[in-house]
Structures are given as structure tokens and as C-alpha cells.
């Protein structure tokens, strides 16, 4: 059943598109990135979407006495599944040219479960978060948000139905229950569980049904054009909306409480929009209204594109480029509305007929997954030099075997007739782990206390400039506890480092020649007072860093310091992949017949070394006679290369992203670790 349509809602929805695909498209200006609050345009589609759906079965329980499950579903299999199938088959042919083996298998696990209406689920699993980094290497990440919606499609008519037949008279209250347990269930998750919060039904059922307390209240209860200064209500509206916008951002806490506002927002405008209210006037402009009939297809084009984008590597900063991936994504989306979404809609073709066509897409997309896994992101297809470079797994699997308690900190095996051997750092040190522990094992005791994103540095706070203040594993008194845990290990070998340029440069990576990372979002600080300018930053990390290596040696440690692992810019694996002209059935080829130092991905030594000379300085300056030092520049720059600085060889990659060694990397880098220290 069919209910009045009203323009602006379509209105709301290029407005929701739009701000979508501007967070997307991450524009930067003068190195700031602008549009970080874009991700509400999601829950706005949630309000809209939990209005009309509620609308839809109230209306037909009212007018009719009854609710057909049947034509409900064919409904919602007509609006959504077919522009969903035709873009997915779609993206696959590209996935298969320019995504690899590793990160196929991935893609082939989310292309299945969005098929299925439950790659929320699978993403959430896949501890994947919407905006990190490597978030946009996933092109059909942004499927989550349809599960969602769908789960609610199958789950909200079934409860309003049997509260219709069973509690009708306290249908109301029964709602208001289910939004303040959702509401309260995001605010409880959003700090310590975000994945889960974000990505969820539980969490993110409330939005919805804030549309569905609407649609109630204006199907049964109350008349909101009689509500006194209702044309002001769709002009706070609207505010609501664009202060949102303008100050969420990738730190703020999201869904929870302060979601309340773009949610209220919507709401208001749905609730109190008149012809003759200057917001329902704009939200009912043809152009915008046009964008709102293609928001659904936009929605579905726009995320491979700049997905796919991000995996050849192109120019992060380049706004023309992003520009131009917009203009094909409307183009793309006028193309599948007009000629899949009408013509699935469209009563006069069959519903058996289109079920026919429907059946078959997901019947290849799931034969086209089950193969894919089976061989291991059709493996073959790319050269040897691309398989086999990430250590993660063998890692994880040696953590559960050796039942940690903790992914952070951990003893492998304790043996009081070894000694013990201790890595300690961040991420940049979790890469040399598992080779490590495999090339000494026999001869010492592993232990191991990592951070990601966080140095062991004594009385320091790794503090995020917006959103919460602290990083909770990641304070100096989580420092302090690190030590008393490594404490337990006297008389060992202690091996540190991590990524220090990141911090003594306040800045992250820019190789100068088109690998850029970004702005840095984090600092540290001291526990009196923000340290505002890089000296004073400098200076502190400075003095407690080597007050750390000092903790350490009175411990009758021997220390062994890394010095920096250089940094790329380039996601390796991706960039050097794409260098390449693709074949779709014989790839690998190109490799055998042009693989050469013409052709290898480097960077420069001489902004390796500007950019590492204040961590050098503060290595340097460190004295003991009981400290060894690692220089891992020494394998990889100035060496096959002069004056660059090399990512792999003809065999091998020393990455596995932009900055994280690789296994040869690490392989490289630990046997002149034991060099050393046997």
C-alpha cells in the first residue's frame, strides 16, 4: 500500500546522499579535511526509512483491519535487491583485476554476506572500523547500513503485527520501550564496544524507530499542523542537521547520545513540513528531489568508485580526481535507476519473471565467493611476490595457542632454564613478533608487550585532539602498568622501538612524490598540561623516553634499540600492484616480463633522514654500555638503490602498507637483530 508522497522527504534524502558522499570523498583544503560529519546522512536515511515503512503498515493495518506479510516483502524485494545485485556484479570483474589474493578473500566474504542482508554483521566480526585507514579498501563496505535496514524490514512487521493482535491498546508504549532500551544499549556500547555500536541493529534500531514513532503519532494520535509555531519546528530542523554536520567528526562518540540531534533533526522536518514553510520549499526544489529518486543508486555507485580509487593509489589529494569520481557516480546512478530500479518497481513486469532474474545474480555471486575462498582470491592470477607477506594470522594463532590472556601482552613460554627475550613497542614492533619468537624459541623465553598506536614511553598520555581525551590503553598510568609488567622480567634482553617520527613530527607521512598520509590526528601530552608546541613536545618525549630505556637497564636489562623502520606513503602492496597493466586471465604474466629496478616502488633516503633526524637525536644521545643498536634504514636504503630507499626485491616484499613490515621485512630486520645479540 502506498502512502501520500511528499517531495521534501526525497528532499532529505539527496541532502543524506550528499553528505555521504562528501564524507567519502574526504576533500581537503590547505591540509585540513573538510565534510568529517558527513557519516550522518546515514541516520537520516535510518529516520526516513523507519517513517515511511511504519507509515506503510499502519496506514494498511488501519485501512484494511489486516497486513499482507506477502506483498510487504515483494515490496521491499522490488526496491532494494535488484540495484544491489546489478552493482555487485558490476564491481566483481574490477575487484578481480585490482584488488589482491589477501584483500580478495575479503571482499569475496563481503560481496556473500550482503547478499545475504548481513555484512553489518560480518564487518563488525572483521573488527573492520567504517573510518580507519584501510576502511576504503573494502568496496562494498558501505552494504552495512541496507542489512541494517533490511533486518529491521524482517523484524519491525512481525512485532507490530503480533502487538496488534495481542496488545493493540499499548503499541505506543511498547515502541517507546524498544527505543529507550536501543538508545540506551548505543550510549553503553559507544565507548567500549564501537564496532559493535556502529555497526549493529540493536544500536542503530533506535533511529529507525524514531521514524516509527512518527509515523504512529501522525497515524493515530496527533495532528502536528496544529501545533503552534510548527512552521519554526522544520527551520531548528534543519539546524540540527547542519550543526551536526558541521561538528561530528571520526572521534566523536557515534550513535549515542549526541545523535540524538541530527535524528531530532530529521524529524522535526518530516513532522512539521508545509507547502508553504521556506525548508520544505527548498527540500521540495526539483533538483533536489531529482537527487533524492537517485539517492538510493548514488548511494550503492559512489563507495566502489572511490573504494577502487583508493586501492590503485591514486593521488589522496588530488580534489579534481574525487571531483570526477562524483560526476561517474551520478552518472552511474541515473543509469541504474532508470533502467533497473523503475523497471523492478514497475507492476507490469512480473514479480516471477524478476524473482527469476534475482535468483540467478545471487546464485552467481554466491558460486563466484564459494570459488574465490576455495582458491584463495584466485591466487594464481598474481605474481608469487604478493602472497605470503603478512605474518597477523601466524601471530594470532600462536596468541590463542598459548592462551594469552591479552593480544598486548603476552609470555609464550616459560622456561627458568632460558633467558628471556622481550620485544616492546607498537604496531611497528608487532611486525617483527611472530619471526622472532620462530628463529628463537629453541633458545629463549618469548614475551612480548605491544600497543598499537602506542610507544612505551613512561609518563606520557596519547591523547586524541577531539572526541575523548584519552586513549585509555595508552595513558601514563597504562605506561606505568606496562612497566611493572615487564618488571616481572629482570635480566633480560629487552628489544624497543615503534614508530617515533610519527611522534617527534607531530605529523604523518609525506614522501614527497605523491604518498601522502594525512594529517596526524593524535599527540602527546604531559599529565599537568597540554604541551602545545612541538619543542616543548619534543622535549618532554625526550627526557621520559630515555627515563624509559633507564627503567629498563636498572632492571639488568640489556636494551636493544630500533631505530626507524622508513616510512613509504604508498600502500606497497596496492601501489606496486597497480603498477602494472592487468590482464584479466593472465596477470602474472606482466610481472616475469617487466619486474626490474627500472620498475621498483622506492622513496627517497633524503627525506628519510630529515625525516628521522630528531629520532636519531634522541636515539643517538642515549648511552650505555649495555645497549645494542639496530638500524633497519641500513637494509633497505642506500643499498640496491642509491640514494633511495627500496619496498621489495624481485622475490619479496619488505611491506605489507604504508609504513608496517612485511614478513621478508621483518625477516630482514630480526636475523640482524640475533646477529647482534647472539
Known amino acids: 500500500m502506498k502512502i501520500s508522497y511528499r517531495p521534501e522527504i526525497d528532499g532529505l534524502r539527496a541532502l543524506a546522499v550528499i553528505f555521504v558522499i562528501l564524507y567519502h570523498a574526504k576533500f581537503s583544503f590547505f591540509q585540513n579535511l573538510y565534510f568529517e560529519g558527513g557519516y550522518i ?119 507490530i503485527i503480533l502487538v496488534f493482535k495481542y496488545l493493540k491498546n499499548y503499541l505506543f508504549q511498547i515502541l517507546v520501550l524498544f527505543f529507550i532500551l536501543s538508545l540506551s544499549l548505543a550510549y553503553w556500547a559507544s565507548n567500549s564496544y564501537s564496532l559493535f555500536n556502529f555497526y549493529l541493529l540493536p544500536t542503530r534500531g533506535w533511529e529507525l524507530l524514531a521514524g516509527g514513532l512518527l509515523a504512529y503519532l501522525e497515524r493515530f494520535d496527533i495532528n502536528f499542523k496544529n501545533i503552534k509555531f510548527k512552521n519554526y519546528l522544520p527551520k531548528v530542523g534543519i539546524f540540527f542537521i547542519f550543526l551536526s554536520f558541521y561538528l561530528f567528526d571520526n572521534e566523536t562518540l557515534h550513535p549515542s547520545l549526541i545523535t540524538i540531534i541530527p535524528v531530532l533533526g530529521c524529524v522535526l522536518i518530516i513532522a512539521f513540513s508545509s507547502e508553504d514553510e521556506i525548508i520544505t520549499k527548498i527540500l521540495s526544489h526539483k533538483y533536489l528531489v531529482s537527487i533524492g529518486l537517485v539517492s538510493y543508486s548514488l548511494y550503492l555507485w559512489h563507495y566502489p568508485l572511490f573504494s577502487f580509487a583508493e586501492i590503485i593509489e591514486v593521488d589522496k589529494s588530488n580534489n579534481l580526481i574525487k571531483i570526477f569520481l562524483i560526476v561517474l557516480s551520478s552518472g552511474l ?231 626507524p623502520i622508513p616510512e613509504v606513503g604508498w600502500h606497497v602492496p596496492r601501489k606496486l600492484y597497480s603498477k602494472f597493466p592487468k590482464n584479466i586471465f593472465e596477470i602474472n604474466k606482466y610481472y616475469e616480463e617487466k619486474f ?27 648511552k650505555n654500555k649495555n645497549l645494542i643498536r639496530i638500524f633497519p634504514h641500513k637494509l633497505f636504503c642506500d643499498s640496491l638503490i642509491k640514494d633511495r630507499c627500496i619496498t621489495h626485491d624481485n622475490e619479496k616484499l619488505f611491506y605489507l602498507d604504508d609504513d608496517h613490515i612485511s614478513s621478508a621485512g621483518s625477516e630482514l630486520i630480526v636475523n640482524q637483530i640475533l646477529k647482534e645479540i647472539r
Open 41 to 159: 546522512g546515514v541516520d537520516i536515511f535510518f529516520v526516513v526509512s523507519g517513517y515511511l515503512i511504519s507509515s506503510i503498515i499502519f496506514k494498511e493495518w488501519q485501512t484494511r483491519n489486516g497486513f499482507s506479510f506477502l506483498n510487504f516483502y515483494k515490496r521491499r524485494v522490488r526496491r532494494i535487491l535488484p540495484a544491489l545485485i546489478f552493482v555487485s556484479l558490476s564491481v566483481i570483474p574490477f575487484a578481480y583485476i585490482f584488488i589482491l589474493p589477501k584483500d580478495f578473500l575479503s571482499f569475496s566474504n563481503s560481496l556473500f554476506f550482503s547478499s545475504l542482508f548481513s555484512s553489518n554483521i560480518y564487518f563488525s566480526l572483521s573488527y573492520l572500523a567504517y573510518e580507519a585507514e584501510n576502511s576504503m579498501a573494502w568496496p562494498l563496505l558501505h552494504t552495512w547500513s541496507l542489512s541494517v535496514e533490511e533486518q529491521f524490514y524482517i523484524i519491525f512487521p512481525i512485532t
Open 596 to 622: 626490474d629496478k627500472k620498475n621498483y616502488l622506492t622513496t627517497s633516503y633524503k627525506v628519510f633522514k630529515d625525516r628521522t633526524s630528531s629520532s636519531f637525536a634522541l636515539l643517538d644521545s642515549i
Open 333 to 563: 546512478s541515473i543509469f541504474s535507476y532508470r533502467f533497473v530500479e523503475l523497471p523492478a518497481r514497475n507492476d507490469k513486469y512480473s514479480f516471477k519473471k524478476l524473482s527469476f532474474f534475482l535468483i540467478l545474480g545471487t546464485l552467481i555471486i554466491f558460486s563466484f565467493s564459494f570459488l574465490s575462498i576455495k582458491t584463495e582470491g584466485f591466487k594464481k592470477r598474481v605474481s608469487s611476490i604478493f602472497m605470503n607477506y603478512d605474518t597477523k594470522d601466524k601471530l594470532n594463532d600462536l596468541i590463542k595457542k598459548y592462551k594469552c590472556k591479552s593480544f598486548t601482552d603476552c609470555n609464550f613460554n616459560n622456561l627458568k632454564e632460558k633467558k628471556n627475550l622481550i620485544l616492546v613497542g607498537d604496531s611497528h614492533m608487532r611486525g617483527l613478533a611472530f619471526n622472532l619468537f620462530n628463529k628463537t624459541s629453541l633458545d629463549f623465553n618469548f614475551i612480548m608487550s605491544l600497543r598499537n598506536g602506542c610507544q612505551f614511553i613512561l609518563n606520557t598520555n596519547r591523547v586524541q585532539k577531539k572526541g575523548p581525551l584519552e586513549l585509555q590503553y595508552c595513558t601514563s598510568k597504562a605506561q606505568a602498568e606496562r612497566l611493572e609488567y615487564l618488571k616481572k622480567y629482570q635480566n633480560s634482553i629487552v628489544i624497543i622501538g615503534g614508530r617515533l617520527p610519527l611522534i617527534l613530527n607531530e605529523e604523518k607521512f609525506d614522501n614527497l612524490e605523491g604518498g601522502k598520509e594525512g594529517k596526524m590526528l593524535d599527540y602527546i601530552q604531559n599529565n599537568e598540561k597540554s604541551l602545545k608546541t612541538l619543542k616543548e613536545r619534543n622535549n618532554f618525549i625526550f627526557e621520559n623516553y630515555k627515563l624509559t630505556i633507564e627503567k629498563l637497564l636498572e632492571l639488568n636489562n640489556k636494551v636493544v634499540l630500533i631505530y
